[in-house]
């Protein structure tokens, strides 16, 4: 019977298959064998642990001693974080690594739909879906930011089915609000899809009489969905933490979100690629497109050559636009024609199915760790401080305040506290201006450091080897003594601290 179900499944199975397979499966295997490498990953987890043992929000900082009881906006993703958390509670860190690979292969399948939907063949589909899923890639990390990527794609897709004549699912726009808003703050980029629809839509209307659509379900479901942000903890609040982080001179000078994409930066050529295609097939295109794709297109791309962080949005927006345009460029382009039938070889085309499928199986984290016998700490990247926060763990006295880089500092939160408090983390507009200024005073040991140092009473040093070289070969010379070491991070300790504490990685 199995030989006969197999056969049966090969005389079935085409290269179209294999090519509809392609972007979600080898988005859910690169993403399981991707690290969590994000450092805000990791306070996230530590506030839903807040969340869940105190059953409510906090309103203030608990992780640092610089900003200690500052008011803090945890409500912008309190929903992210209780996930995280109770995902660590259920399957610890591989529960983690599976969510961002599920949600990141969810998001490259809704490409290749989009693509598909616009009469592009399943090569070029799929070639698109996986382009700008290697896009988003670098963005795809596990933290909250994730979930806004898919709520984006899913409204996408659902005024892609309004151009198309669907208006019966513009309901679900409100629904999928009330759950977005309530796990990240990109949820303004959902308002803002909407509003370019609407207005690219009115603009299509005054221009191109013949193509008309009905406005008026569109502009009553988005202002619905705009009051649906309201369904959340704090009301007006999460408008008011836009604001907050959207004027934040802090945020936009120190993260690199907030700066242009670069043709230096390697992770950023996918983005790049993905322009020259589209200048492409506008040039050789026999189609003009239509002025709302068009212009929807250049309104995430201006954004996206802006800021970094609005790259993965563009992608989303401009994959299926691109794999559209292209679809017209089928009797000059041999990859855009689909496959003859009479090419296709049913065995292989189910063999090749069978080990995209237990490619998957293996690289499922639990899987994985399972047969190679690895500790789950090789789930996390390998530039965060996992040996000295171990150190730190065994010998750190209750309120040890730590100097450390910002991107160490949610690792630092989760692994050490409440026992030790961070000098500064991943939350770049918690911190005051002065604090950020006192922090490259030091790193950068600019005259005065020492005194700046010791005047917040810092008892531990936790160092980058490679971002703090000139500091760790002067700290000795201000009474730190080196108390830890390994091929990351190096541990000073201060005072009475290094008469005592036990000294590792020698």
């Given amino acids: 019977m199995q030989v006969l179900a197999f056969r049966s499944l090969a005389r079935r199975a085409s290269l179209t298959h294999v090519w509809l397979c392609l972007p979600p499966i080898l988005g859910f295997i690169l993403l399981c064998l991707a690290p969590l490498r994000e450092g805000d990953l990791w306070w996230h987890i530590k506030a839903g642990e807040l969340m869940a043992l105190g059953r409510t929000i906090p309103a203030t900082d608990v992780s640092s001693f610089t900003a200690y009881g500052y008011p803090y906006f945890f409500a912008s993703s309190w929903l992210s974080d209780l996930l995280?958390?109770?995902?660590?509670?259920?399957?610890?860190?591989?529960?983690?690594?599976?969510?961002?690979?599920?949600?990141?292969?969810?998001?490259?399948?809704?490409?290749?739909?989009?693509?598909?939907?616009?009469?592009?063949?399943?090569?070029?589909?799929?070639?698109?879906?996986?382009?700008?899923?290697?896009?988003?890639?670098?963005?795809?990390?596990?933290?909250?930011?994730?979930?806004?990527?898919?709520?984006?794609?899913?409204?996408?897709?659902?005024?892609?089915?309004?151009?198309?004549?669907?208006?019966?699912?513009?309901?679900?726009?409100?629904?999928?609000?009330?759950?977005?808003?309530?796990?990240?703050?990109?949820?303004?980029?959902?308002?803002?899809?909407?509003g370019a629809s609407v207005g690219l839509g009115a603009l299509e209307w005054a221009v191109d009489r013949t193509g008309r659509r009905p406005l008026r379900p569109l502009i009553a479901w988005s202002v619905a969905t705009a009051l649906a942000t309201l369904v959340n903890p704090t009301g007006l609040g999460i408008h008011k933490y836009l604001f907050t982080m959207g004027g934040s001179a802090i945020s936009q000078m120190f993260v690199s979100e907030w700066q242009p994409p670069l043709l230096t930066q390697t992770f950023a050529w996918p983005f790049f690629a993905s322009l020259a295609l589209i200048l492409v097939s506008l040039a050789y295109s026999k189609r003009r497109p239509a002025l709302y794709d068009f212009g929807l297109m250049l309104v995430f791309l201006v954004l996206a050559l802006r800021y970094l962080r609005m790259v993965p949005f563009f992608a989303i927006v401009a994959t299926p636009l691109l794999a559209g345009w292209l679809a017209s460029l089928a009797d000059i382009v041999p990859w855009a024609q689909r496959p003859s039938a009479a090419s296709s070889k049913p065995t292989l085309n189910v063999l090749a199915l069978l080990m995209l499928l237990l490619s998957a199986f293996l690289a499922v984290p639990q899987v994985r760790l399972s047969f190679m016998g690895d500790p789950e700490t090789t789930l996390i990247a390998n530039n965060l401080p996992i040996g000295a926060s171990n150190y730190l763990a065994r010998q750190a006295q209750p309120g040890a305040r730590l100097f450390n880089m910002p991107e160490w500092g949610g690792f630092l939160i989760w692994r050490l506290s409440p026992t030790a408090k961070v000098f500064v983390d991943g939350r770049i507009e918690l911190y005051p201006l002065d604090v950020w200024r006192d922090y490259l005073q030091i790193a950068q040991t600019i005259d005065g450091w020492q005194d700046r140092l010791e005047s917040y009473q810092v008892d531990y040093l936790v160092l980058d080897r490679t971002r703090h070289e000139q500091l760790i070969a002067l700290a000795p010379e201000s009474g730190w003594e080196r108390v830890y070491q390994d091929s990351v991070a190096v541990i000073f300790a201060h005072g009475g601290l290094s008469a005592t504490a036990q000294k590792v990685g020698y």
């Fill in 84 to 194: 995280f958390y109770l995902l660590t509670i259920v399957g610890s860190l591989p529960m983690l690594v599976l969510c961002q690979a599920i949600v990141g292969a969810a998001i490259a399948g809704l490409l290749l739909l989009g693509g598909l939907e616009r009469g592009a063949s399943a090569p070029v589909a799929a070639s698109l879906a996986l382009l700008g899923w290697l896009i988003l890639y670098p963005f795809s990390t596990a933290r909250p930011q994730m979930f806004s990527f898919f709520f984006f794609a899913l409204f996408f897709a659902l005024l892609s089915g309004y151009r198309s004549g669907n208006r019966g699912r513009l309901w679900l726009l409100p629904v999928l609000m009330i759950i977005w808003c309530n796990l990240h703050g990109a949820w303004v980029m959902g308002l803002l899809l909407l």
